[in-house]
Nanobody, 120 residues
Framework: VQLQASGGGLVRPGGSLSLTCVAS????????IGWFRQAPGKERKGVAC????????VYADFAKGRFTISRDNAKNTVYLQMNSLKPEDTAVYYC??????????????WGQGTQVTVSS
C-alpha cells in the first residue's frame, strides 16, 4: 500500500489549496481514506475522512464548512479542497488509510506528507 500526497504550498490567509492523494497497492474503493495534519510541536490530528465508496464523509470541527474531501476511485485519488485558510491551518498534511474504517492516529499506512503554510 502506498499513498502519495501532493498539492501543498504557501498561501495567504483566506486563500485556498487543493491537496491530492494518489493511492496504489490496493483497490481504492475498498478502503476509507483520511487526511491528518501535524503542526510543529503538536500531535497529529484528524482532518477529514471519506468512505471507500465516497458516500460518507467525516470532518473535524475546525474543517467543517471550509474543507471538502472527495474521491475518484477510477483514478485511485482522494482530494482535500481547503478554503478560507487560516494561519493555524499551517501543518504537514498526510493522507492515511487503515482499511474500511476511518483511520486513527495509529493507522498503518501513511503518505509522505505535504507542507501547507498559511502566511501573509
Amino acid at each position: 500500500v502506498q499513498l502519495q500526497a501532493s498539492g501543498g504550498g504557501l498561501v495567504r490567509p483566506g486563500g485556498s489549496l487543493s491537496l491530492t492523494c494518489v493511492a496504489s497497492g490496493f483497490t481504492s474503493g475498498q478502503y476509507a481514506i483520511g487526511w491528518f495534519r501535524q503542526a510543529p510541536g503538536k500531535e497529529r490530528k484528524g482532518v477529514a475522512c471519506i468512505s471507500g465508496s465516497g458516500s460518507a464523509t467525516v470532518y473535524a470541527d475546525f474543517a467543517k464548512g471550509r474543507f471538502t474531501i472527495s474521491r475518484d476511485n477510477a483514478k485511485n485519488t482522494v482530494y482535500l479542497q481547503m478554503n478560507s485558510l487560516k494561519p493555524e491551518d499551517t501543518a504537514v498534511y498526510y493522507c492515511v488509510t487503515d482499511g474500511r474504517q476511518c483511520p486513527t492516529a495509529g493507522a498503518t499506512y501513511w503518505g509522505q506528507g505535504t507542507q501547507v503554510t498559511v502566511s501573509s
